[in-house]
Structures are given as C-alpha cells and as structure tokens.
C-alpha cells in the first residue's frame, strides 16, 4: 500500500474485535519505529508491547478509566528514556541553547525551577515518542489494523503499573486492534486550508 493509502486510512479507533494481532506485524511496526528520525540521533525511546489482561486493565485505570482501552487486543506504551538534568549543564550545552532558542530563557529556567527535578525533565521529554510512535501507526495502518493515541494518562502510574526504570517514563498508551464496526469517512481541511506560501497573507 503507497504511503498515502494508508495516511487516508488511518483512523483513530476506540472498539476493537477480539482478532488478534500476529507478532510479525508488532515486529513490522517496532521496526518502522527504529527506523524514526530523532534529534542528535539520540533514540531515546523505548516501546512496551501489553498483551496481559491485567496489565491492560491496569494501564486503562491509569488512563482515565478508559477500560475500552483494555479490550484492544495489544497495548503499546510509547515511552521516552529521559536525558539528563539540563538545569545542570554548562550554558554552552546544545540542547539548553536549542531549549533557550525556542522557547526563552526565562520559560526554561522557570520549568527547571520546578522542586521535582524528574517531572520537569518528563516534560521535556513528551515529545520523544510522537514520531516513532506514528510511524508505527502508520504501519498498523498499512496492516489492515486500527490504533489510537492515549495522551489522558497518570505517567508515573502508568510507568509503575510497568515496572520502568526511573530514567523511563511511560507517555503515550497507543492501544492497537482491528475494528470491530465500519470505519467512518472524516471530513479534513483542504491544503490549501492550512499551508501558506513564505509569509501569511
């Protein structure tokens, strides 16, 4: 399927059939999310793929007590190995330079005021997931399979309910299924909706 097909096809799903999903197509999405861009080619992400009953239920309650996200067949937990304390670095550090460059200083150095040193870091850090994350979707997508992204989620529960690390953090739930109603069509803006050409006019 081209790569457009599948963008077209993609849809965020919340009802799932009991089908299970084969392990050659988790390892084809774990494979398409290895292959993700990441800034300075850190790669600093990490995917837990949830099978267990209890376990699912158990992220669905750190997730709002979202209990249809249990009933998907597979759970990924989109997770982010967090870097180091930049309220530690020397001024002349890349990534507090590129942090200071896009969002002021004065906002970093108030989030790096915050007492709990590791959820300031968590917050940093939430983006790491996204793009392989999507690439992964994308893939489930060309599979014939359905996914949704779950931001609605207590990350310190969800990464003890998974026994992480403490320099890992679980950010995202994405769980993964094929659907168990039709899919329906979503009316989305034109292009030209939502590109402008050098400046905005």
């Not at 861009?37 to 007590?65: C, H, Y």
Request: glycine share 6%; net charge negative.
């Amino acid at each position: 399927m081209e790569i457009l097909d599948c963008m077209k096809k993609r849809r965020s799903v919340r009802s799932f059939s009991d089908q299970k999903v084969s392990d050659e197509i988790i390892s084809d999405m774990l494979e398409a999310a290895r292959l993700a861009p990441s800034g300075g080619n850190g790669q600093s992400w990490m995917f837990g793929v949830i099978r267990d009953e209890t376990l699912k239920n158990e992220l669905a309650v750190a997730a709002g007590e979202q209990m249809w996200i249990a009933r998907a067949p597979v759970v990924i937990a989109c997770c982010a190995v967090l870097n180091e304390d930049l309220s530690n670095v020397d001024e002349d550090d890349f990534g507090l330079i590129v942090n200071h460059t896009r969002f002021g200083k004065e906002f970093v150095d108030y989030v790096y005021q915050y007492p709990d040193k590791r959820m300031s870091n968590i917050f940093w850090n939430n983006g790491v997931p996204a793009i392989p994350g999507e690439h992964m979707f994308l893939v489930a997508t060309c599979h014939g399979l359905n996914a949704c992204w779950i931001g609605y989620l207590d990350v310190r529960k969800a990464s003890e309910i998974l026994n992480l690390p403490d320099d890992v953090v679980c950010l995202y739930l994405m769980p993964v299924g094929y659907a168990d109603q039709p899919i329906k069509e979503i009316e989305r803006k034109s292009a030209e909706e939502i590109s402008f050409v050098d400046r905005w006019k």
